[in-house]
């Protein structure tokens, strides 16, 4: 059994910052890329910004310059670093992660609950 756990959501004024973390837990085997995806009402999951093991990092456009993904292997964490928020940035934020355990050694897709950002005045 894996988890994701996301923390840091929020409530921010367009041109803040939020700093979002994202725990993976359970019987992990590897771990190859990590990342966020994120959900505006009425809209698809996107890609917001993704990291592989070796630290090449792939943002969505609308984010680069704004928003730095980083990663913590040793404690299967990754963060999600926004800056200059935007009201469009407004969405739910889901932590992703391509990963593989002891009782599934072959990689899949698992992803956090999701945590709210809004940006507003």
């Known amino acids: 059994q894996v988890q994701l756990v996301e923390s840091g959501g929020g409530l921010v004024q367009p041109g803040g910052s939020l700093r979002l973390s994202c725990v993976a837990s359970g019987s992990i085997f590897s771990i190859t890329t990590m990342g966020w995806y994120r959900q505006a009402p009425g809209k698809q999951r996107e890609l917001v910004a993704i990291?592989?093991?070796?630290?090449?990092?792939n943002y969505a456009d609308s984010v680069k310059g704004r928003f730095t993904i980083s990663r913590d292997n040793a404690k299967n964490t990754v963060y999600l670093q926004m800056s200059s928020l935007k009201p469009e940035d407004t969405a739910v934020y889901f932590c992703?992660?391509?990963?593989?355990?002891?009782?599934?050694?072959?990689?899949?897709?698992?992803w956090g609950q999701g945590t709210q950002v809004t940006v507003s005045s």
């Open positions: 992703h992660a391509d990963l593989s355990t002891f009782t599934v050694p072959r990689s899949y897709d698992a």
């Open positions: 990291m592989a093991n070796g630290g090449s990092t």
